[in-house]
């Protein structure tokens, strides 16, 4: 089975900095069929961005 855990998100890098690692950690006991994906809501301090650049193995996207 495939997981996906989403993390909405805007505005919020001060919890996402405690929030991914824990995320990721857990994704990846879960096994190669889970992924952590960031939906932002178009945060003006480009979020998106920091987390592409800091949490690689997390899939970030912009809400249209």
């Not at 996906?4 to 994704?27: K, Q, V």
């Not at 069929?33 to 961005?49: E, G, H, I, K, T």
Request: aromatic content about 8%; hydrophobic content about 40%.
């Amino acid at each position: 089975m495939k997981v996906e855990l989403a993390i909405l998100n805007y505005n919020g890098r001060h919890h996402l900095e405690h929030l991914l690692p824990t995320a990721i950690r857990e994704a990846e006991r879960y096994g190669p069929d889970c992924r952590v994906v960031l939906v932002d809501n178009l945060s003006p301090c480009d979020d998106a961005a920091w987390v592409r650049k800091n949490f690689p193995s997390v899939e970030a996207w912009l809400a249209p």
